[in-house]
Each structure stands twice: as structure tokens, then as C-alpha cells.
């Protein structure tokens, strides 16, 4: 079973406010779980999302420079 972290976990985890994974879950943009009144993050979720957010780098390699005789 994967580890539940609370909202404040989650907002440790990504270097946030708090108030980035609340709004992460009211535009169900994460996986979630109601226990109760309470909201938990299922680890495996914030991984999913770091990965699908994740922008690689894009290298642009430059034309040869021309040489003006």
C-alpha cells in the first residue's frame, strides 16, 4: 500500500505553500483520498505528477560560424 501524506506533506515535498497542493486537488489535478473530512495524498501520486510536469532540456546546436574573407 503506498504512504498517505497530508496536505502540508505534499507542499513539503515540492519546496511549496500549502495552498499549491489545495488547489492541485479542487482542479483535480492530483490523485487524492477522502479519509473522512480529511484529504491524503497517496505518495505515488506526487511522483506521477512531478513526472508528468517534469520539462527536459532542450539542446539547439549551433549553425557552423561563417568566416568573412
Known amino acids: 500500500m503506498d504512504r498517505l501524506l497530508t496536505v502540508d506533506q505534499v507542499a513539503e515535498l515540492l519546496g511549496t505553500t500549502v495552498r499549491f497542493p ?18 491524503r495524498i497517496p505518495e505515488s501520486a506526487v511522483s506521477a505528477f512531478v513526472a508528468a510536469n517534469t520539462v527536459e532540456p532542450v539542446t539547439v546546436q549551433r549553425p557552423g560560424l561563417r568566416r568573412v574573407a
Open 22 to 39: 489545495r488547489r492541485l486537488i479542487d482542479e483535480r489535478r492530483i490523485t487524492f483520498v477522502k479519509v473522512g473530512r480529511h484529504v
